[in-house]
């Protein structure tokens, strides 16, 4: 048996309506060795489609106004971003990977919402930098 909630903040306490469950487990416990598993960790949220479309369709935008691969601008993109704070895409030892226009940045497929965020404002940028205008 296993209990999932969202806590918003660094004060731990069982959100209202899960009182009962989590007393489930806690007697379950005492049948046991007397111990629970607590885990905790981020509650990322995903992109979302509309985010990943809008970004695909300005680097295919930017492509086509100023020459050159959607696959490259992209790529562009998360090097850009990753000076904005993008995540950086690492090998196995956790090294940054180097890509032909800089440090990579994870797949956008990885990104949550602000992610995608830094992704679509680095096409932004790279656009305005080269004097083109993306408008929506």
């Given amino acids: 048996m296993n209990l999932t909630f969202v806590i918003h903040g660094g004060g731990f306490r069982v959100p209202a309506g899960y009182e009962a469950r989590y007393e489930a487990i806690l007697l379950q416990a005492l049948k ?3 111990t629970i598993k607590v885990t905790v960790e981020p509650n990322y949220q995903q992109r979302t489609m509309r985010e990943n479309a809008y970004f695909h ?6 492509s086509e106004m100023a020459g050159g691969t959607p696959e490259d601008i992209k790529e562009m993109a998360k090097a850009k971003a990753v000076s904005l704070g993008y995540p950086v895409e690492t090998d ?5 990977v180097e890509g032909e226009f800089g440090v990579k940045g994870i797949p956008s497929s990885e990104a949550n919402v602000g992610e995608c965020a830094l992704l679509i404002e680095a096409v932004h940028m790279m656009a305005a930098e080269n004097g083109y205008s993306l408008e929506d």
């Fill in 32 to 34: 046991g060795d007397g």
């Fill in 57 to 62: 369709v300005l680097c295919k935008r930017l």
């Fill in 92 to 96: 196995e030892h956790g090294n940054p």
